[in-house]
């Protein structure tokens, strides 16, 4: 074997070297998208859960049994979160006693996914814009996270009354 065959058979190993790395990277790379998508999916469908089953709850802890015409009747932005012997989430009865919820969803294909719940009172036109006082738009934002998950998800929903 000649020295230019011996440089075309290195050259030819160098390129199936390259070329296998490049197929192997980019397998690589569809499978962390693939688990992030799945992550992504999945993650959501737990937030919107939670946003559900918050919903089916009232107002707030003055509206559960009576009508409130003045926002000034509603729970104190201070006292947002669960009432005196709320201890579980089964004890909830509305709105803000979800403020600091936390709780761990174990899945069989993409593990622990991790959620948290924030309650604040929003602004009516802007629910964006938390405030500092009482109103008739409470904005619920429930955080969730995951080993696959690049960043914390954040789903953002107001309840009005």
Not at 36 to 45: D, K, L, M, Q, R
Not at 138 to 150: A, C, H, P, Q
């Amino acid at each position: 074997m000649g020295s230019a065959q011996l440089l075309l058979v290195a050259g030819g190993l160098i390129l199936l070297g390259v070329v296998s790395l490049t197929i192997y990277n980019s397998f690589g790379s569809k499978t962390d998208s693939d688990l992030y998508n799945e992550a992504y999916i999945t993650g959501s469908g737990v937030a919107q859960s939670i946003i559900d089953q918050i919903l089916t709850k009232s107002f707030d802890q003055n509206t559960v049994s009576a009508s409130v015409t003045n926002p000034n009747s509603l729970t104190a932005v201070n006292l947002l979160g669960p009432d005196a012997g709320e201890s579980n989430v089964t004890q909830f009865n509305d709105v803000d006693d979800y403020k600091n919820y936390s709780r761990n969803d174990t899945l069989s294909v993409m593990g622990i996914f991790h959620s948290h719940v924030d309650v604040n009172y929003a602004t009516k036109m802007n629910p964006d814009q938390l405030s500092g006082t009482r109103t008739f738009t409470k904005r619920i934002d429930v955080f969730v996270t995951n080993v696959y998950l690049k960043d914390t998800l954040k789903f953002s929903y107001a309840k009005t009354y």
